[in-house]
């Protein structure tokens, strides 16, 4: 059975903080996505990358960095978290060149105090 | 900027009843597309994709495909309780292109 697996489900940080929020796949899939999800803007693509060491910017880049220096494991980071990225952050992964078959994480439901 | 749009619902509908969802996309270079199913506090997973003008069933789902009209929707027939969820539409140009979602449609089948 395919497994996407995020490491914390809920997290409570201050503003200010550093926040790392982890991801690991075990389908050996080459795409990995890190998306966040409001209510009322549905899910938005923060990053995502294409192969290991490799990153790309989605459509809400800013506040945000990435990491994936294993094929296995994509992680995003919070630099300094400010309240506005209070949100579901959910972890994807697919294979090959279509990127609309996502496998996705349980979700990390992040609050910034 | 390349929108997917949905009506936010929710949508009732009785149990038995088919229930018929659909999505507007407005890109026109859009070559695949794709149904997500999101229950409450749950991540959302795949259910159907589409990728040529028509129908494609799978079980009690239909997909349908409309590029002229840039339009796709999800019939569920004989619809259950347990079909009650937020359904998301998605669409990308195909490749490694990125996937646009719509903001959903909340679906409650009526027991």
């Known amino acids: 059975d395919v497994k996407v697996t995020q490491s914390s489900r809920y997290l409570v940080k201050r503003t200010g903080e550093k926040v790392f929020l982890e991801c690991v796949q075990d389908?050996?899939?080459?795409?990995m996505f890190w998306y966040r999800q409001d209510p009322g803007l549905g899910l938005r693509l923060i990053y995502f990358s294409y192969d290991v060491k490799m990153k790309e910017k989605g459509d809400i880049p800013e506040g945000y960095s990435v990491s994936r220096e294993k094929k296995e494991r994509f992680s995003l980071i919070l630099e300094s978290a400010s309240t506005n990225q209070t949100s579901m952050y959910l972890c994807?992964?697919?294979?090959?060149?279509?990127?609309?078959?996502?496998?996705f994480g349980e979700g990390s439901r992040l609050t910034v105090l | 900027q390349k929108e997917v749009e949905q009506n936010s619902g929710p949508l009732s509908v009785p149990e038995g009843a088919i229930a018929s969802l659909n999505c507007t996309y407005s890109?026109?270079?859009?070559?695949?597309f794709f149904w997500y199913r999101q229950y409450s506090g749950k991540s959302p997973e795949l259910i159907m994709f589409?990728?040529?003008?028509g129908d494609k069933e799978d079980g009690r789902f239909t997909a349908q495909l409309n590029k002229a009209s840039q339009y796709v929707s999800l019939l569920i027939r004989d619809s259950q309780p347990s079909d009650s969820a937020t359904y998301l539409c998605?669409?990308?140009?195909?490749?490694?292109?990125?996937?646009?979602f719509g903001t959903g449609t909340k679906l409650q089948v009526i027991p």
């Open positions: 998605a669409v990308n140009a195909g490749g490694y292109q990125k996937v646009t």
């Open positions: 994807a992964s697919t294979r090959g060149t279509n990127t609309g078959e996502l496998f």
């Open positions: 589409i990728y040529s003008n």
């Open positions: 389908m050996d899939h080459e795409n």
């Open positions: 890109d026109r270079g859009s070559q695949s």
